[in-house]
């Protein structure tokens, strides 16, 4: 059994910042890829971005320069840094791991159960 919990979504000004945190629990023998998605109202949810077991990252372009993701392996967590946040990064923002369980040695992809970011003009 393994367990996401998300934190850090919340109410706030364009021009602002906040912090989502996601922090796996259980089972786990190692994490390869941590991300974040995102699910905007009437649209498809999309990579926001990622981070390899390496520490090498991928961003999609409209967070290039705003967001900055990192993870902390002895704690399973990732966290996304969001600055200069924009009316359109509103959305449902969720975890994603991709991880190996302890027994059986297997890789699963798990998802976190979303945090509501909303970003006022």
């Known amino acids: 059994q393994v367990q996401l919990v998300e934190s850090g979504g919340g109410l706030v000004q364009a021009g602002g910042s906040l912090r989502l945190n996601c922090t796996a629990s259980?089972?786990?023998?190692?994490?390869?890829?941590m991300g974040w998605y995102r699910q905007a109202p009437g649209k498809q949810r999309e990579l926001v971005a990622a981070?390899?077991?390496?520490?090498?990252?991928n961003y999609a372009d409209p967070v290039k320069g705003r967001f900055t993701l990192s993870r902390d392996n002895a704690k399973n967590t990732v966290y996304m840094q969001m600055n200069s946040l924009k009316p359109e990064d509103t959305a449902v923002y969720y975890c994603?791991?991709?991880?190996?369980?302890?027994?059986?040695?297997?890789?699963?992809?798990?998802w976190g159960q979303g945090t509501q970011v909303t970003v006022s003009s």
């Open positions: 994603n791991l991709v991880l190996i369980t302890t027994a059986p040695r297997r890789t699963y992809n798990y």
């Open positions: 259980g089972s786990i023998f190692s994490i390869n890829a």
């Open positions: 981070i390899t077991s390496g520490g090498s990252t």
